[in-house]
């Protein structure tokens, strides 16, 4: 997210002093995407240790890749240590190094006691961040008529996806960042509007074309 509009976005969390709930609607509807500073920012202006929980829990989806020393500092932003199982539980499928010793070891200095940095381990062993910057040179299947499908397994061919640099640039974190478009209010069209077909052109008739009984047409022997 800009930081402009991530500075309008925590302006109006931090001046909500009413019910935790409206902070955490507030921070649901609005739009975009975080890194991990941003993430932890978000976070720490949660007081309660649930609040917390339930607003990592709404970024997940929007995070962006982040290495295991980032996530470590987004972690620290929650004080209780069941909790940041829970925010590793989040954040684990978009660490970019987890595969790494270094990694690891970042991961693992964000918990305290020897029994959470197990579980931590068996929860980094669940996802796989090696793989996803590697880009399939074949084997892609897309759909053809009639339920059939389309599949392409020749390596290294332009296929349904187009070729492997073309992959390689748009894969996240990649290219240019394009923003989604927004929705512009404008009227919806009534259920009971009729539209006019399309099947056939105008001024032609179904059945003169086909040549039905009772119509016009010649017929040869």
Do not use: W
């Amino acid at each position: 997210m800009h930081d402009d509009c991530f500075g309008d976005l925590m302006s109006q969390i931090n001046q909500e002093t009413g019910a935790t709930d409206t902070k955490l609607q507030i921070l649901f509807g609005s739009r975009g995407f975080f890194n991990a500073a941003q993430a932890a920012q978000i976070v720490y202006a949660f007081g309660g240790p649930s609040d917390k929980v339930r607003a990592i829990q709404i970024l997940e989806p929007r995070l962006c890749r982040m290495t295991c020393s980032e996530a470590r500092d987004l972690i620290g932003a929650l004080s209780i240590h069941n909790d940041k199982l829970k925010a590793l539980e989040c954040i684990k499928r978009v660490l970019c190094d987890c595969q790494t010793e270094q990694g690891v070891l970042n991961i693992l200095s964000a918990f305290p006691f020897e029994t959470d940095k197990n579980r931590a381990m068996q929860v980094l062993s669940t996802v796989r961040s090696d793989v996803a910057g590697a880009v399939p040179a074949g084997g892609h299947q897309g759909y053809a008529a009639l339920g059939g499908l389309y599949t392409q397994c020749r390596p290294l061919v332009p296929h349904l996806y187009g070729t492997v640099e073309e992959q390689q640039f748009n894969r996240p974190g990649h290219g240019s960042i394009q923003l989604p478009v927004e929705a512009k209010p404008g009227i919806l069209p009534s259920m009971y509007t009729g539209h006019p077909t399309y099947a056939y052109p105008q001024g032609r008739d179904y059945a003169t074309d086909r040549g039905y009984p009772g119509n016009d047409v010649q017929f040869t022997q």
